[in-house]
């Protein structure tokens, strides 16, 4: 039987803020390597601060991830 997957680019967005630590805001995915490459550069370019913030925001390097029929992550 075969199954039917979607490939795709996944680049994560943390929020860091000082005395909490970190947590996922959220996740967008993405068709090529390129599309998230560019989404991470342009997120990150927001982060202008000589040293860290309070608060901040920053995109992860992107990563390739397999989504199943169900839409849920396989690998």
Do not use: C, H
């Amino acid at each position: 039987m075969k199954m039917n997957v979607e490939i795709k680019y996944r680049v994560t967005l943390i929020e860091s803020e000082r005395g909490w630590g970190q947590s996922i805001l959220y996740y967008k995915d993405f068709e090529t390597i390129e599309e998230a490459n560019a989404y991470m550069k342009a997120e990150n370019a927001k982060n202008t601060a000589k040293s860290a913030p309070d608060y901040y925001i920053y995109a992860t390097e992107p990563v390739r991830v397999v989504i199943g029929p169900d839409g849920k992550v396989i690998k």
